[in-house]
Every structure is written in structure tokens, then in C-alpha cells.
């Protein structure tokens, strides 16, 4: 099955730099791929996904990039703010099978 | 996106006791799952309700120990049997909705067995 790997598992950042996560999958069928934010004592929240025929994505300050040749995919968040620390997971989806990395812990440093 | 309700939201269980979650979801959905993270891990998929039909379980969870129901298409439950410490967790709904079946989840319901 797929097996998606998360790098880095934790990640210090000072305010107002970037923080990048990058996440590798195994399986090229995989054609979905989410990142969740989990904030402590919350749910995971979606917060910007991508499919597989595009190959960048932006909301504001959140981007996530795509290479499908290299089968990984990445999560950029440029001028972080403490509002940003928190647990990130990446996902990938093959037939509405998710398999989700082992998450990020982001400190966003004031 | 989906609002997606969890009771309880957390809760000090004895072991050897069942508990059971709710989750109430705003409009109907196809789709609704449980899954479990256990303390700084991951999410696992324990099973996928049907409604009315029998869920599926995933490799590891078995229906005597997390018995599943799911009456109608905007609720659902899951009952964690016999606990003991090591079910421990966070147990979270989601359900699967719009442009491929993106996930949501529910806010969790945190176990702590004693």
C-alpha cells in the first residue's frame, strides 16, 4: 500500500520566516494530496490541498507544490506567526484511501 | 467544509468500561470515518460507517471491540469496548465531502483510561 513519509518532525521557525514540510509517497496512483493543521485539543483542519494535474497551489500565505515525477509534495508557509504553531500532517489519496504522514510540530518563535 | 459535532468531548474512563461517541454531522454525507491518534502520533483509520449496512473495519480493529452504527446519513457512533489504558486517545470522526471526497474531521473526543 502507500506509505507516505513526513519531514521534518519538528520545526522552529522565527516570526516572519518561512517554514517548509516536505512529504514523499510511495504509490504513483496516489492523485490527492491535503495538508491538515491540528491545533492542541482540536481536530484536524484542512488547510490547502492539491491534485495531481496541477503543480502549484497558493492561499495567502500557504503554498503547496507538487512532483509527481520525484513523488513528493511540500507545504510552504512564508511570514509565519505564532498563530501558525501547531501539528501539520500531509496526506496522500489513492481511491478515497487516505494515508497520512507522521505530522510536523511548527513553533512559531515570537 | 462540513461542521461536524463529537460527544463527548472528553472523558476519564475506567478500565474494564465501554464508552460510546456520538457524531452529528450538519447534512448528509456518503462517507463518514473513525479514526484514532494515539498521544504525538498519527491518524489510523479504525473503520468506514455504512449507513445501513455493517462497517469496515481496517486491518487491527475488530468489531467487538469498536462496535459501529450509523442509522441514517448525518450521524454516527462508536462505542470503544472492555477499555483499557492502552486505548488511550483521540478518537476523531470525519466525513468525506465535495470535489474528491476531500476529508473534514470533528474536533475528537480525548479518552484518558485509568
Known amino acids: 500500500g502507500e506509505n507516505v513519509e513526513q519531514h521534518p518532525s519538528t520545526l522552529s521557525v522565527q516570526e516572519g520566516d518561512s517554514a517548509v514540510i516536505k512529504c514523499t509517497y510511495s504509490?504513483?496512483?496516489?492523485?490527492?494530496f491535503p495538508w491538515y493543521k491540528q491545533e492542541l485539543g482540536k481536530g484536524p483542519q484542512l488547510i490547502i490541498d492539491?491534485?495531481?494535474?496541477?503543480g502549484e497551489k497558493k492561499d495567502q500565505r500557504i503554498a503547496v507544490t507538487l512532483n509527481k515525477t520525484a513523488k513528493h509534495f511540500s507545504l510552504h508557509i512564508t511570514e509565519t506567526q505564532p498563530e501558525d504553531s501547531a501539528v501539520y500532517f500531509c496526506?496522500?489519496?489513492?481511491?478515497?484511501?487516505?494515508?497520512f504522514g507522521t505530522g510536523t510540530s511548527l513553533t512559531v518563535i515570537p | 467544509s462540513a461542521v461536524i459535532s463529537q460527544k463527548p468531548s472528553r472523558d476519564i474512563c475506567q478500565r474494564g468500561t465501554s464508552l460510546t461517541i456520538q457524531c452529528q454531522v450538519d447534512s448528509q454525507v456518503t462517507m463518514m470515518f473513525w479514526y484514532r491518534q494515539q498521544p504525538g502520533q498519527s491518524l489510523t483509520l479504525i473503520a468506514t460507517a455504512n449507513q445501513g449496512s455493517e462497517a469496515t473495519y481496517e486491518s487491527g480493529f475488530v468489531i467487538d471491540k469498536f462496535p459501529i452504527s450509523r442509522p441514517n446519513l448525518t450521524f454516527s457512533t462508536l462505542t470503544v469496548s472492555n477499555m483499557s489504558p492502552e486505548d488511550s486517545s483521540i478518537y476523531l470522526c470525519?466525513?468525506?465531502?465535495?470535489?474528491?471526497?476531500?476529508?473534514?474531521f470533528g474536533e475528537g473526543s480525548w479518552l484518558t483510561v485509568v
Open positions: 492539491i491534485r495531481s494535474n496541477v
Open positions: 470525519s466525513v468525506a465531502r465535495g470535489l474528491g471526497n476531500t476529508i473534514y
Open positions: 496526506a496522500a489519496s489513492i481511491s478515497n484511501q487516505f494515508y
Open positions: 504509490d504513483s496512483a496516489s492523485n490527492y
